[in-house]
């Protein structure tokens, strides 16, 4: 059995088909259930933060709200872009559980995500092990043979919310 995130979506219903969200990242997307997405805006410089994860690059502003900007790549231990193209965008994502402490945060993304809809019996994937990656729930092969990642949003948001920044 498979899950996109502890509070987002399981195999459990396997008659219905779930709207998901792919995510370009420089060499792979993510998958994640639309329902977490709040919006989807046009890439902005981040501004510094010094006690941030390093994989966190800075903090924009969204509706008022600072917000921390993830890149995936950095959290995933990849190479990180060092230019982004005109299309980057930002995911503004829901925390899951509504944390009053961090209740969004944003991830970079390389070109527009495209809305899918999968079958969860359609999908082949390898758990990565106990601590195999940290903020990896599972890497999956779609139908279409595309290969994507369902991060783990628990323990990305568990650790936006350790940071000194957050505090």
């Known amino acids: 059995m498979w899950t996109l995130c502890s509070a987002c979506w399981t195999m459990a219903d396997q008659a219905t088909a779930l709207r998901a969200v792919l995510l370009p990242l420089q060499q792979q997307d993510l998958l994640l259930p639309a329902a977490v997405i709040a919006e989807v805006v046009d890439y902005v410089e981040p501004e510094p933060g010094d006690s941030w994860p390093a994989w966190v690059l800075g903090v924009f502003v969204w509706h008022g709200q ?5 890149s995936m790549e950095a959290a995933l231990g990849l190479e990180s872009p060092r230019e982004l193209g005109r299309r980057a965008r930002i995911v503004v994502l829901h925390t899951l559980g509504g944390s009053p402490g961090l ?5 970079l993304v390389h070109d527009t995500p495209r809305v899918v809809s999968i079958w969860p019996e359609s999908l082949r994937g390898s758990d990565p092990g106990e601590g195999a990656e940290p903020y990896v729930r599972q890497r999956v092969t779609l139908p279409e043979a595309e290969l994507a990642i369902i991060p783990d949003l628990d323990a990305l948001q568990s650790a936006l919310l350790d940071s000194p920044e957050e505090r």
């Open 66 to 70: 600072r917000l921390p900007l993830v």
């Open 103 to 107: 209740p969004r945060y944003g991830l």
